[in-house]
């Protein structure tokens, strides 16, 4: 999958003291993901990967650990066997900030 504008952004540390997306805002990101899910509170996007084993899943999963590193930006995942799936919020704003759809982005470039 090509990058988007998103997935060439890098992420800026946020400490607080911004408000979250509203849905608005998450919606337009949205658009520039590939099938990801946005809560119904719109406090967090997630998504769920399928793989053929659980060593291909945890190879995935290691992949995205060192995008979340790189960006000092980091989901929760949740790895079974075959699945990963990733959900993003920025805990210090309780809610969305761009770090989660660029994070997302630069998880859908991975292919």
Same mark, same amino acid.
């Given at each position: 999958? !090509?990058?988007?504008?998103?997935?060439?952004?890098?992420?800026?540390?946020?400490?607080?003291?911004?408000? !979250? $997306?509203?849905?608005?805002?998450?919606?337009? $990101?949205?658009?520039?993901?590939?099938?990801?899910?946005? #809560?119904?509170?719109?406090?967090? =996007?997630?998504?769920?990967?399928?793989?053929? /084993?659980?060593?291909?899943? =945890?190879?995935?999963?290691? &992949?995205?650990?060192?995008?979340?590193?790189?960006?000092?930006?980091? !989901? /929760?995942?949740?790895?079974?066997?075959? &699945?990963?799936? =990733?959900?993003?919020?920025?805990?210090?704003?309780?809610?969305? #900030?761009?770090? /989660?759809?660029?994070?997302?982005? &630069?998880? /859908?470039? $991975?292919?």
């Amino acid at each position: 999958m !090509p990058m988007t504008e998103l997935a060439q952004k890098t992420c800026v540390a946020c400490e607080g003291g911004v408000a !979250p $997306l509203n849905r608005t805002e998450a919606e337009v $990101l949205m658009r520039q993901l590939n099938a990801w899910h946005l #809560s119904g509170d719109a406090r967090w =996007i997630s998504k769920e990967f399928t793989f053929k /084993d659980f060593k291909e899943a =945890i190879a995935f999963t290691n &992949k995205v650990a060192d995008i979340a590193e790189a960006q000092g930006h980091h !989901p /929760d995942l949740q790895v079974r066997w075959g &699945k990963v799936v =990733i959900e993003l919020t920025t805990h210090a704003i309780k809610g969305l #900030s761009q770090n /989660d759809f660029i994070i997302a982005a &630069k998880v /859908d470039a $991975l292919g």
